[in-house]
Each structure stands twice: as C-alpha cells, then as structure tokens.
C-alpha cells in the first residue's frame, strides 16, 4: 500500500513538473525585467534585499522540482545571471536612448579626471568636452575605460540634447553587444531551470543510478578482491540494515561501493522490504534509509 501510495505522488510530481518550470521560467523573466524597472527609482538598499528574497524564493520553487540537494547553488546562479541582464539591459536602454534622440557634435576635450583610489579597483578616466564655440557638450562627463583621449584632443561625440545621458563616441553607443549579453546572460537563468527539472526528473535518476554500479564495479572489485554475487550483497545490504546504527538525524548510512552490483532503486526494494525508505537527496557519496524521507527513492 505504501508503495504504491508512494508511486501516485511520484507520478503527480512529474505531470507537474512542467507547469511549474514553465511558471518558474516566466518568474524569473518577470523578476528581471522588474528590477530593471525598479533600478530607475530605487538604488542598492531596496534592490539587495529584493535580490536576497528572490534567491530564497528560487531555492523554495527548484526544491520542488525533486533537486533539493542542489537547490540552494541553481538559486545563486540564477540570481547572478538575473542581476547581471537587468544590469546590461539598463545600459543597453541608455545607449538606443542615445542613438535614438542623441545628435553628432565635434567635441574637444578641455579637461580630464581620475576616479579617487579605491584598493585595486581601476581608475576610470572622465572627460569634460567642449563643442567648436566654447559651449560645454550638454550631459555628464564622458566615461571611458582607459585613457584614451589627451587635453585639446578633437573627438566626434553622440551628445544628448536633454543633458541626461553621457557623450559617447558612435562606438561606444553601439548597443548591440550589449543586447546580445542581456539576452544570453537571461537564456542562461532560464537554461538552469530547465536542467534543474531535467535533473530532479524520476528518469534522470534512474539513469544516474544505473551508470552508478556500472561505473564503479569492475574498480571496486580490482582493488578489493571482492567477488561477491548480487545475491551476496543483497544479504550483505539486509543484514547492515538490521544491525548499523542510526546517525543523530535517524538516518542509516551505507555505502553504495560496498554493493558494486545494486542499483539505488533496488536497494531501496531492499529497504522498503524491511520498513524502511531509502533517501533519494542530500546523501553525499552515500545511501540513506529512514522509516520516514524527504523523497523517497523509486523502487526497481
């Protein structure tokens, strides 16, 4: 009964797997282009915490896709990407602004600064510019990365007639790379929830569980000697079962090298054989088994 109680909640895990990576998908789309609205209005001390609170979330939805062991690190991921294209889409809008509305000017440049000293960090270059009859090119100063320009130096610079973006070379201004970036940097968010779901997947297990024992028999037996039947360590697995002690969380731990010739799916028949289940995440190079589990593993 248990077993196949157990199988129901398996198979109603995986007909909604999909809905929910879809739904997380579009959150996460939302999410970015959210905080690339919200980057106008607010600064650091309102976005981090949002930030904070999305990865939680995030580590809460992907846990439902059946991967809760590597939840936490898919959540970080998502979110660094995530930061990273609101970022360069918010660049990426200041420079087809500047295409857009900006206008060509020949510019000399009249002054140049450094940024203060700060550690390590790299001192960018700005400059104050000029047009040909004494009039300051309307906007911030311009930025460059290196210094690339000297005193009296004449450039041609895309200027903002509303002086609220910097002067740009038409280089500078391009914004296809930067639309490009904004575009792989949210495929990649996107691109991890689906390999999380692939992942947390009752087939993707199998396969993991089936190339595990392939894997390591043949090493383990060369260094060990052990010629031991299925059979054999089906017993083996059994009488460990019965006798090892529980850790302080209740979990029974064995080692899978020790049965070279079992897969995790039929040492959890084993287990549920004798009233126990066997633990299908967080095991860490073991296997786990407990009267009651966080997901069990499906049974061969």
Same mark, same amino acid.
């Given at each position: ?167 740009? #070379?038409? %280089?500078? !201004? ?9 575009? /792989?940097? &949210?495929?990649?968010?996107? $691109? @991890? ?69 079992? #897969?995790? %799916?039929? !040492? ?9 289940? /066997?633990? &299908?995440?967080?095991?860490? $190079? @073991? ?14």
């Amino acid at each position: 009964m248990s077993a196949d109680r157990n199988g129901e909640v398996r198979g109603i895990r995986e007909q909604y797997r999909i809905p929910l990576a879809v739904g997380i998908g579009c959150y996460v789309l939302t999410v970015i282009v959210g905080m690339f609205l919200l980057a106008d209005h607010f600064g650091p001390v309102v976005q981090v915490p949002l930030w904070i609170l999305h990865g939680v979330l995030l580590a809460i939805l992907i846990e439902k896709l059946g991967t809760a062991s590597s939840s936490l690190y898919a959540s970080l991921f998502i979110v660094f990407t995530s930061v990273m294209s609101a970022y360069v889409i918010g660049v990426a809008r200041d420079d087809l602004t500047l295409q857009h509305r900006g206008e060509k000017v020949t510019a000399t440049v009249v002054k140049e600064r450094l940024d203060p000293p700060q550690g390590r960090k790299a001192r960018l270059p700005y400059y104050t510019l000029e047009r040909q009859d004494g009039t300051r090119v309307p906007g911030p100063e311009m930025e460059a990365t290196s210094d690339l320009y000297d005193i009296g130096q004449v450039l041609t610079v895309i200027a903002d007639p509303k002086g609220e973006l910097r002067p740009q #070379t038409p %280089g500078q !201004a391009d914004a296809t790379g930067d639309v490009v970036s904004a575009g /792989a940097f &949210a495929l990649a968010a996107i $691109g @991890s929830v689906g390999w999380m779901t692939w992942r947390g997947s009752d087939a993707a297990r199998r396969r993991d569980e089936q190339k595990g024992p392939g894997r390591f028999r043949k090493a383990y037996k060369s260094v060990t000697r052990d010629n031991s039947t299925q059979a054999e360590q089906e017993r083996k697995l059994r009488e460990a079962l019965r006798t090892y002690p529980a850790d302080r969380r209740g979990y029974i731990k064995v080692a899978p090298e020790e049965y070279p010739d079992l #897969t995790h %799916g039929r !040492a959890a028949r084993i287990a549920w054989e004798t009233g126990l289940r /066997a633990e &299908a995440v967080g095991n860490r $190079g @073991s296997w786990r088994f407990k009267e009651t589990v966080v997901d069990e593993v499906p049974l061969d």
